[in-house]
């Protein structure tokens, strides 16, 4: 079956722009996390949404939101960005409880 | 919330030899702890993982090892080959959030 899609792969925005960025789970995963990867920091957590609910939040500041669709696909917004939001973004989607967690394979995002 | 760290943060080891990767978590509650792989551009994969009820789990040169008491974690691998080269990440399941360590980046010396 299909794996996790993010769309865009890449994308190049300046300071104060806002990006959308896009994940379609594997089918039948109702769970979607964001992630965001820098080099050093390992991979932060931004939130999860399970059935179209936020679940749990990381520690970013409002300018991150997202939300998810009653298909499960999932959206993640970014305002007024900044030079430090660049960054690769992972989204994973997983059925619920203790399963593996599939990763999309991310997109990279440089703010200029 | 829950803290995962990792440690160290690289390992270089000749190939055949052993690697260790050691985690520890702050949160009693976490009940799932799986590792993931992560080659140079690619998107993370798990490797291995283990549930809070098992001490230990193995799969062919792969290795987890639980300590809840101590909340720590291992993962080992054994006879180290050139494609074991990759990031490492360990992480740790509260409720719905899945935390990880900052990684460690193996470099296996051929």
């Known amino acids: 079956k299909a794996g996790v899609t993010q769309t865009p792969r890449y994308l190049i925005k300046t300071r104060g722009q806002q990006v959308t960025l896009s994940c379609s789970p594997i089918?039948?995963?109702?769970?979607v996390s964001w992630y965001q990867q820098t080099p050093g920091q390992g991979l932060q957590f931004l939130f999860e949404y399970f059935s179209e609910t936020q679940r749990n939040k990381g520690n970013f500041p409002g300018r991150f939101s997202g939300r998810q669709f009653s298909n499960s696909r999932s959206e993640m917004n970014v305002s007024t960005l900044e030079l430090g939001d660049s960054a690769l973004y992972l989204c994973?989607?997983?059925?619920?409880?203790?399963?593996?967690?599939?990763f999309g394979q991310g997109t990279r995002l440089t703010v200029v | 919330g829950e803290n995962v760290e990792q440690h160290p943060s690289t390992l270089s080891v000749q190939e055949g030899d052993s690697a260790v990767i050691k985690c520890t978590y702050s949160d009693s509650a976490s009940n799932y702890f799986p590792w993931y792989k992560q080659e140079l551009g690619k998107r993370p994969q798990l490797i291995i993982d283990?549930?809070?009820?098992?001490g230990e789990k193995k799969d062919q040169r792969i290795a987890v090892t639980l300590n809840k008491t101590a909340k720590h974690f291992s993962l080992h691998i054994t006879e180290t080959q050139p494609e074991d080269s990759a990031v490492y990440f360990c992480?740790?399941?509260?409720?719905?959030?899945?935390?990880f360590g900052a990684g460690t980046t193996v470099t296996v010396r051929a």
């Open positions: 992480a740790a399941k509260d409720d719905y959030k899945l935390s």
């Open positions: 089918s039948g995963h109702r769970s």
């Open positions: 994973a989607s997983r059925q619920d409880g203790n399963t593996e967690a599939f």
């Open positions: 283990i549930r809070s009820n098992v």
